[in-house]
């Protein structure tokens, strides 16, 4: 396995323009989350998928932003309406089942998607 | 969620030891540490976790105050590699997401 992969890692728009992020995690992890990073700030959390259902969104996440895991496997988080605020680094994790006694797993990051709004 | 708070920036020579400190003072009884790292250009990069007591792993050791209210992340010995941005997060036992601060940027000297 190659690890979380996300494409694009770089993406040019123009504001007001829709974008779409994809991220395929580690095969058999059925957790899936979104970060996005602005310059000097670590991660900050945006949603989060087990499987196919979405469980938590942060305030963060404007009604601009849907994220989408169907079948549970690649998830896509798109951006409407882009502002210049949305430019950042938009990273994706994910992390093995929860069983009883590995509370707390590891959290495995991809490379992130970074955005740029002119 | 219980807040770190980490030094913003340390620097250490090459091939010496690196004690990198987190102050976690209104840590809870479920709260696990947890340590994470960023290289430049890269996502986070899971380093280490405890609870109570220290853990070693290959790539650091983790070093838990006994009244949990501090922690030390050691490398052993730093590598121009092990230039990176280390966080110090605290997540409850059933917590989904990490929170993140600002971390600490380790500059490594040759």
């Known amino acids: 396995d190659t690890g979380v992969s996300q494409d694009p890692r770089h993406k040019i728009t123009k504001r007001g323009q829709n974008v779409t992020f994809r991220c395929d995690p580690i095969?058999?992890?059925?957790?899936l989350y979104w970060y996005r990073q602005t310059l000097g700030q670590g991660p900050e959390f945006l949603t989060y998928?087990?499987?196919?259902?979405?469980?938590?969104k942060s305030r963060l996440l404007s009604d601009r932003f849907s994220a989408e895991r169907p079948k549970g496997s690649f998830s896509t988080l798109e951006i409407q309406r882009t502002e210049q605020g949305d430019s950042a680094m938009y990273l994706c994790?994910?992390?093995?089942?929860?069983?009883?006694?590995?509370?707390?797993?590891?959290?495995?990051f991809g490379q992130g998607t970074r955005l740029t709004v002119v | 969620d219980a807040k770190t708070t980490q030094p913003n920036s340390m620097e250490s020579n090459e091939e010496e030891p690196v004690h990198l400190p987190c102050n976690h003072s209104t840590i809870s009884g479920t709260d696990y540490i947890h340590w994470y790292r960023q290289l430049p250009s890269q996502g986070p990069e899971y380093v280490i976790h405890g609870l109570t007591s220290n853990v070693n792993n290959r790539m650091a050791s983790l070093a838990i105050a006994e009244d949990r209210k501090s922690s030390t992340l050691i490398l052993h010995r730093a590598t121009l590699r092990d230039a990176a941005v280390y966080y110090c997060?605290?997540?409850?036992?059933?917590?989904?997401?990490?929170?993140f601060g600002s971390g600490t940027q380790l500059t490594v000297l040759p």
């Open positions: 095969s058999e992890h059925n957790r």
């Open positions: 998928f087990q499987n196919e259902a979405q469980l938590e």
């Open positions: 997060i605290l997540r409850d036992v059933l917590a989904r997401q990490l929170t």
């Open positions: 994790a994910s992390s093995q089942p929860y069983l009883a006694g590995t509370e707390n797993t590891e959290a495995f």
